[in-house]
């Protein structure tokens, strides 16, 4: 028995040994093994399921305010026509229960706000969705500065104002995002209407190249999350690692999620008329997920980089605030 764990345990270690040859880019040596080890420790550790729970709360109440404040915005301009071309697009993520759920609640709202775009109602529905979203990212701040170890040091408004405009920020990227592969090939062929010399040639180009710019756009989503959202000196370099990982690991989730559950699952026998609801919150909270364990790969990555930011750090070498503040207290604390 003993020689068979002694063999397991010498396996392992010549596997770790092996995959910690890989070295992780910007560290000091930094294998790949212990790397990954190392995340999902502290991701145990800050409790990034307890905070995704807690943002895919939020993100549930801000998601039909946001909806309601888009098809008031786009009421004078056949909303329906073009809600329905966006949802179908998003579709191609989301299980069918999913959307299906997200449909009935939004397009009834289209009917009736199509004729009343920029109403009263569209004002309170803009104020709903700013407090919603704001809400869903200031759960978002809260769990990043856990993960570098700071309390937020930043003053009340600041930190509402920094989440709205993030909001804002991030929002109008996944619109755009959204828009280009909806009227991509259109935009492209106005392109080479215009301009002759471009031809056909363009507009076959612009099907491929739409895509890698809609990833960028992502990519610029989540790493503008990273950099504002903890209240600490960021670096582009060293959020972009795990902006990467998160948003190819969100589309491989996405892509997995809707196969597994068209083929394989089973929620209508489980939640009933709640399938939709259930499979919406399965899906926002592992996309929750995702974004957070993004930034955790990020403060792993600068932590061990010649030049980055230890934990509690406000800039590599810098206490951050709030932690001068409780060192002092202790101090004070110990004279008494």
Partial sequence: MKSAKGEFQKVQSNVESTVNEV????TRNLGLFSFVKQVFKEAGDDHLGAFAGNLTYSGLFAMFPF???LVSLLGLAHAQSLVNTLLDKAATTLPNDAMTLIKGQILPIVEGKAAGAFTFGAIISILAALWGISGGFGAIMEAMN????VKDARPFWKKYLVAILLSIAVVALLIAALVLV???????QSIANHVPALGQVFVVAWTVIQWPVLLIFVLLAFALIYYFAPDV???????SPGAVVAVVA???FSLAFRFYVQNFGSYNKTYGTLA????LLVYMHWSSYFLLLGAEINQVIEKHAPGGK???EAAPGQPHPSNVEDQEKDKDAGKS
């Fill in 310 to 312: 230890q934990p509690g």
């Fill in 67 to 69: 909806f309601i404040f």
């Fill in 146 to 149: 856990v993960m570098y170890e």
């Fill in 182 to 188: 909806v009227f991509g090939p259109e935009i492209a």
């Fill in 23 to 26: 070295k992780i880019p910007l």
């Fill in 250 to 252: 969100w589309l491989i």
């Fill in 233 to 239: 000196e960021q670096k582009f370099r060293f959020i």
């Fill in 276 to 279: 939709g609801l259930a499979l």
